[in-house]
């Protein structure tokens, strides 16, 4: 079965940076969208990142710049990498998966990680 596994969350101090992977098993993920979205304390579940089949990457406007979405295929990986880290960036990061392409839309995705907590100190 399809299962997405996050790693790489933590403790981080603002202005400093961190990666997040997703790993993937049970399917060839080229052929889909990846999304990561990340849910506050407190907040609905939001869009950050998505990158389609075709490599190309997708940035919610409030993290343009600072979070770059990438892949290595002979992984089957994902990750997220954050810099510039603030305090409100403090969330559960989700990775998700879903045929197709890309959504900023929870509902549009079909397997979801556990979840990785990042937390940013000021």
């Known amino acids: 079965q399809v299962q997405l596994v996050e790693s790489g969350g933590g403790l981080v101090q603002a202005g400093g940076s961190l990666r997040l992977s997703c790993a993937a098993s049970?399917?060839?993920?080229?052929?889909?969208?990846m999304g990561w979205f990340r849910q506050g304390p407190g907040k609905e579940r939001e869009f950050a990142a998505a990158i389609n089949w075709n490599g190309n990457t997708y940035y919610a406007d409030s993290v343009k710049g600072r979070f770059t979405m990438s892949r290595d295929l002979s992984r089957n990986t994902v990750y997220l990498q954050i810099d510039s880290l603030k305090p409100e960036d403090t969330a559960v990061y989700y990775c998700a998966l879903k045929p197709g392409v890309w959504s900023t839309k929870v509902r549009r995705y079909d397997y979801w990680g556990q979840g990785a907590q990042v937390t940013v100190s000021s």
């Open positions: 049970g399917l060839t993920f080229s052929n889909y969208a």
